[in-house]
Nanobody, 123 residues
Framework: QVQLVESGGGLVQAGGSLRLSCAAS????????VGWFLQTPGKEREFVAF????????YYADSVKGRFTISRDNAKNTVYLQMNSLKPEDTAVYYC????????????????WGQGTQVTVSS
C-alpha cells in the first residue's frame, strides 16, 4: 500500500509558476514510477508527465513540454512538478499516481492515487 498526498496548488496569474509536491508513505516509494495527471470538470483524467523509479527517465504531454518539469527525491519520498509559464488552460485538479515498473500515459495503469490539488490560473 502506498499513500500519496499532493500539495502546492493554488491561484496564480498567467505566466506565473507553481511547484506541486507528491509526498508518499507506505511501501518503498523508490521502486515506483510516478505520474501526474490533470482533470477538469466533466472530463477524463489527462496525462501530464511521468518519471521512472530512478528519476533518469521522464516523459511529458506535448501541452506541457518545455514548461513543466517532473523530478523526484527518493530520500524524501517526494515527487515534484515544477510548472512554469502557466496558462489559463492549465487550470485543473492535479493528481499524482504510482505504479510498479515503467511509467505510462494511461491513467488506468496506475495503482495508487492521491486526493488531488487544485491549480487555478487567471488570465
Amino acid at each position: 500500500q502506498v499513500q500519496l498526498v499532493e500539495s502546492g496548488g493554488g491561484l496564480v496569474q498567467a505566466g506565473g509558476s507553481l511547484r506541486l509536491s507528491c509526498a508518499a508513505s507506505g511501501r518503498t516509494f523508490s521502486s515506483y514510477a510516478v505520474g501526474w495527471f490533470l482533470q477538469t470538470p466533466g472530463k477524463e483524467r489527462e496525462f501530464v508527465a511521468f518519471i521512472n523509479w530512478s528519476g533518469d527517465n521522464t516523459y511529458y504531454a506535448d501541452s506541457v513540454k518545455g514548461r513543466f518539469t517532473i523530478s523526484r527525491d527518493n530520500a524524501k519520498n517526494t515527487v515534484y512538478l515544477q510548472m512554469n509559464s502557466l496558462k489559463p488552460e492549465d487550470t485543473a485538479v492535479y493528481y499524482c499516481a504510482t505504479k510498479v515498473g515503467y511509467g505510462s500515459l494511461r491513467s488506468m495503469a496506475y495503482e495508487y492515487w492521491g486526493q488531488g490539488t487544485q491549480v487555478t490560473v487567471s488570465s
